[in-house]
């Protein structure tokens, strides 16, 4: 039993996975929990709220959860709660301590922790490095942003031996101890400036990851990045920079001059999975792993749905699902791996950037873009000098069209570049709507 929090008053905002993993956790060691949230009662899951009030945590929602003031010795804020939304608000304005899930699993996880980030690949490469560890007899869990919250996974952690977290820049926003055995930084470009007042503090957030490091920790870094203020240890990787550490050279990966990796022999394509790969060989070789051992479940790991998936050929026309392409350093990388003429779907929820940045890419690859989402009439006026823009109505009217203008030997690329929540739950029940439809059409 953890004396820390035994007999505190602990208020959980969120009542989601990681606030309901964060509540349990706190419970198991005698704190007494509220978990407040914004929304009303009955637009959260019934198996939730019971899960929560049998293990004696007290719910509060809708209107009365922003206004709550209630005696309060610590505040744990849920990833997805805006730390400027009225319901954190109504405790940081009372000058209430406030940490993330993040942090408070971390405070009670006794193992060695390997924390991922990045705009784009941290599942990918959690999954990567999980995979390679599992396989070589070092116990792990792929968990934090994705799986399992680190709250729910550190209360039965006697089972591993080493624990690998996905960590966003939300998360990250409120640590204030979080010290990973290894931090990995896959690659930086813009992103949530619906949440962020500019791409600088969006950095500064992802950055917080090397923040409680020492000299006794690792780095592992893209090269092509640049850090001045690490402590820890660092590896390089890069598959355009020959100085980094692990580079690529003739369709190799080698570290130093040694080839440790030919990526024939592997399932994952293009640059971006090619620098996943190099990041997971460098946590295995930190971690005393031999590259011959790490080589056999890096050659067999299979990339996840939403991931540039393959769907389905119609008439010559190949359907590729990136529903995952929730930015457009994303959706830049889906077009470039493309080979073949491309129609494009493309657009989502409105999260403060425009599509400029791909306009020559788009003029190269894609002779015609289906455009849906808040964003659409957006990325038109972005794009109508460098191809053929039509504006869809819903995801089902984007897949006709784009079935109308592909040609034999095209691509019809699901590739949005920005977020899902305008219409669709998530990134992943867009995807597997968009795979539902592909399905559904006609040979």
Known sequence: MNPRYQNKNIAVLGAGLSGTAAALLLRSHDANVSVLDSATENKLPESTIKNLRDHGVRVISGPEAETNRDPCDLAVLSPGIDPDSPLAQNFSSRKIEMIGELELGWQFCELPLIAITGTNGKTTTTELVAQMLNACDQRTVACGNIGKP????????????VLTVEVSSFQLET??????????????APDHLDRYASVAEYRRAKLRIFEYQTEKEFAVVNASDYFSQIKAQRLTFSAYDDRADFRLSDGTIYFETTPVLRLADAKLRGSHNIENLMATLAVGHIRGLAFEQMAAPLYAYEPAPHRCEFVRTIGGVDYINDSKATNLDAAEKALQAQTKPVVLIAGGKDKGFDFQPLRDLVRKKAHTAILLGEMANRIADDWREATRCEIARSL???????????????VVLFSPGTSSFDMFKSYADRGDQFRRLVHALPK
Not at 151 to 160: N, T
Not at 175 to 188: D, G
């Open 150 to 161: 680190l709250s729910e996974v550190v209360r039965d952690q006697s089972k591993f031996d």
């Open 175 to 188: 640590i204030t101890t979080f010290r990973p055995q290894i931090a990995v930084w896959l690659n930086f």
């Open 396 to 410: 089902a009217d984007a897949v006709e069209r784009a079935r109308a203008a592909a040609k034999t030997g095209d």
